[in-house]
């Protein structure tokens, strides 16, 4: 009897092995998918907000609140940069130039918000007229 009981005994603990395993694989595999679905909320969560402070913005705009003009204007002032094929960069001035602006936080119709105007008053358009290591006709 001794014996079979130790018989019994051994086959009980090398059922509960692959039970045991399987349950620490079902785990790390639990813990993996929990800090996928985290991750995923994280980011649903970001671009909600992100969209919500948008949508703000534009009917903030829209309706006027706080009252204000939906768009304004800036003068900036514009310097061509123009490379020349000899390594030197020219420096031409384009005069003021009145730039349209929308009185927002974000961007909005197409415009670049009047706080970020005035606070970029100067341009610069930067024109490449060839590389002098590399010639060629057209």
């Not at 014996?3 to 092995?17: F, I, S, T």
């Not at 927002?104 to 706080?115: A, D, I, K, M, V």
Request: glycine share 8%.
């Amino acid at each position: 009897m001794m014996r079979a009981a130790a018989g019994e005994g051994n086959l009980a603990r090398c059922e509960l092995r692959p039970r045991l395993r399987g349950n620490l694989q079902w785990i790390r595999l639990t813990e993996h998918r929990s800090k996928f679905l985290s991750f995923r909320r994280v980011l649903i969560l970001l671009l909600a907000i992100a969209a919500a402070v948008y949508a703000a913005d534009f009917l903030s705009l829209r309706a006027g609140i706080p009252h204000r003009d939906e768009l304004g204007s800036v003068t900036v002032q514009t310097f061509y940069a123009v490379k020349l094929k000899n390594g030197k960069t020219e420096y031409d001035d384009g005069g003021d130039e009145l730039v349209k602006c929308s009185n927002s936080l974000l961007p909005q119709l197409g415009f670049t918000p009047c706080w970020y105007v005035r606070r970029h008053p100067v341009r610069q358009i930067t024109i490449d007229s060839g590389n002098p290591n590399n010639p060629h006709l057209f």
